[in-house]
């Protein structure tokens, strides 16, 4: 869902839907501890803000929301303007809201869940669970600042401009030694939202991420800049974050994702010497269409399976031809054109034959089925490798409808047709290296797990084993953590496949939407490639909408230092 949209406009949106799937939206069928505190800004400013904090035992429901009201709420939809938080999409279970507090105003905080009209069956409504009432005197309010008049952690909506540091209770005790800044590396990334009866959104927008986020200062923040950042107060209008406030290190903006315009990610701490806030990092946004060309000097020499090669999951799944099965099948908002131009360069591939049509192979998500065919996706590769000197892996891996061995003749023919030229051949080894593929101007690998079904093509030595992998479901994605470590733990023998896939088990209590998934292992798994598996070797890694991680770029900075190590040791 997107987090934008208002109760009302979906409420609308929902009952255009038809009543059996209105009746499966989830709902939260416990009363949630509401619990209403202020923060004071004295110093420097002097309002009072409401800040809303909730404890839930369960899962919240699927369109939960909580609202703040300056008058009884007789209505859902009466909040004061914009005073609305879609519980799924926040980060955790306290709002720092806008409202500033007035004496002798009565505010009210409402919890709404959604579920079926008791009097019209045919409906679902929006219903309060909770009901908190403020009268008149904000004072009897808990106070969440430090006794001094100093908030505890910054106001999302006070920016940088508006605050004057030196009267912040830092002020008094800054630490001068810079020497202990640790370097948060920001990088923008793009994800988009399942949008009700819309599928998933294509209108992704840029987040603004960074690393070590338990290692931040209190009045460090991040800003999206659309020209190379010379002064602190030239971030987009808006655009900006503290990054006190977002414990995962990653933070949402408004800005559409584009690749035909400059953008950059920006890291801003206050310096108590020069007495204003500094730039710390600048990383530019920009696309990878020929990262292994450029570091050809530095790892012609490293082994194809020690390098680390960004890929994608259900890599066909971005066209899907039922819209309404886009939250459990479609796993890319972009297209493999696109995936190539960006530094992807494994392609996980399942395909489908239909015998009666001209154009017999199609990707597929298991039996449902994309708008790619097989030969569209084979001739746009083979322009790739033309116009690049980069190399790619194909894994046709797994296959429906394939009845008998004539159906793994006619597609491997067709691939052998069109890629032969450049296939690398299976007796180069495992151990082949990345110099040796373009020295021999081999530069496409096709794995492909039906070999052994094929009648032509059993022994043939184009086509490669398809990549090991293990892909575990979880609970929760501390448990696909533990999933993922004991994987890279393993000792791997030639090219194996990490699958940076969230896949939750039917007793987990995770959205099921293959977007919301992806949207919450991403910035983890940029985070873990960063620090927990730094000196971890991985081969191949895959995503789900990968545009909303960091794969691509420290897969590159991965291999270069791979690329200079086996340099150096040659010496």
Known sequence: MNSKINPSVLQAKVRELDPDIQKGITRLHVKPQLKVMKQRWTKPHNRTFLIINWDIKTQPGEYDYVAVFDKDPLSPFDYIPYQFYWVNKLQSKTIITDVVLKD???????????????????????????????HANIEQLPDQDDGLGYSIQP??????????MEQTKEALVADLDEGNYQRHDPHLTASGQLTLGLGIDSNLTFDLN???????????????????PEDVDDYIANQWCWVSNYPSGCYSTAINFDRSRDYYAAYMIYD??????????????????????????????????????PGTHQSACFNMTTPLADAMTQTQTETLHHQLLDGIRYFDLHVEYYSKYEDKFWFTHGEWSTEVSVSSFLNMVNTFLADNHEIVILDFNQFFYFNDSSAHDELIEMIINTLGDNMALVSYSQDVTVGKLWEENKRVIVAYDGKIQSEKYQNDDR??????????SAETIDDAKINL??????????????Q???????????????????????????????DDWIHKNINVITSDFYLGNNIISIAIERNLARGRAAQYSAV
């Open 500 to 530: 940076g896939v969230f896949k939750p088990t039917e007793q987990s209590t995770t959205s099921q939407s293959i977007q919301d998934l992806a949207n919450i292992i991403n910035p983890s798994l940029s985070q873990w490639m960063e």
């Open 210 to 228: 960074w690393y070590h986020p338990n290692r931040v200062g209190m009045w460090d923040y991040v800003a999206i800049f659309d020209r190379y």
């Open 485 to 498: 470590n004991r994987e890279v733990d393993l000792r791997h023998h030639g090219l194996w496949l990490l």
């Open 463 to 472: 086509l490669w084993p398809t990549l090991q992998c293990e892909w575990h």
């Open 155 to 164: 106001h999302p909506r006070i920016s940088p401009q508006d605050i004057n």
């Open 104 to 134: 002798n105003t009565s505010y009210f905080v409402a919890y709404y869940t959604y579920l079926r009209d008791p009097i019209d069956v045919d409906h679902c409504d929006f219903t309060p669970l909770e009901i908190v009432a403020i």
């Open 272 to 309: 108590f010497t020069e007495k204003k806030f500094t730039i710390k990092e600048v990383t530019k946004f920009y696309t990878r269409s020929h990262w292994m060309t450029e570091l050809k000097d530095s790892i012609g020499g490293v082994r194809l399976k020690d390098l680390t090669i």
